[in-house]
């Protein structure tokens, strides 16, 4: 019989699979229609190559990210949250970094470029942030060029379900 943190890990992990993906706008141009076919087809690999490059310290990464939004107000779950951003087009975005404590990753794609990207964890704390997508620039992505935190922009998103930090 499964201990209850391995049975809440276990429930945790099936409710996140269960969340509908995030969905990019197509792109225009064909350089970027190159791009998004790459992405399309190396997705679902993608959770296990970044894996690998962490366990073997090719690449690393264990904090969370910047722009602290605040904290789940009192009474509302990981879930209905996630339920409100799904209703306002965010979807779950399984090509990012796993941060330390994070429960799920969102995100809404503006075009083909750019994303608002919300972050859920365990303590009830809620980051995000907007930048260019991995599937546009991977680069620029990976290394938060331009990354910034538009806080009413979240705040609308977020209503009153998140205390401002």
């Known amino acids: 019989m499964p201990t209850q943190s391995a049975q809440r890990t276990a429930d945790i992990e099936a409710w996140r699979k269960s969340l509908p993906p995030s969905r990019l706008a197509r792109p225009s141009t064909p350089r970027n229609m190159l791009k998004y076919a790459f992405w399309k087809a190396y997705a ?3 959770p296990y190559v970044r894996d690998a490059l962490l ?3 090719v690449v ?3 904090c969370r990210q910047r722009f602290l939004l605040g904290k789940l107000a009192p ?6 949250l996630a339920d409100r951003l799904i209703a306002q087009g965010f979807g779950n975005h399984f090509v990012a970094w796993e941060d330390a404590g994070e429960l799920v990753s969102l995100r809404k794609p503006d075009g083909f470029s750019h994303q608002y990207h919300i972050r859920i964890f365990d303590d009830g704390e809620v980051r995000g ?3 260019y997508t991995t599937e546009y620039s991977p680069l620029m992505h990976y290394k938060a ?6 806080t009413e922009e979240f705040r ?6 998140v205390a401002p930090a």
């Open 44 to 46: 679902p690999l993608h």
């Open 129 to 131: 942030h907007y930048e």
């Open 60 to 62: 690393r990464h264990d």
């Open 145 to 150: 060029v331009r990354q910034e935190p538009r």
């Open 75 to 80: 009474g509302v779950s990981p879930q209905a």
């Open 156 to 161: 609308a998103f977020l209503g009153d379900m």
């Open 55 to 57: 366990s073997l310290h």
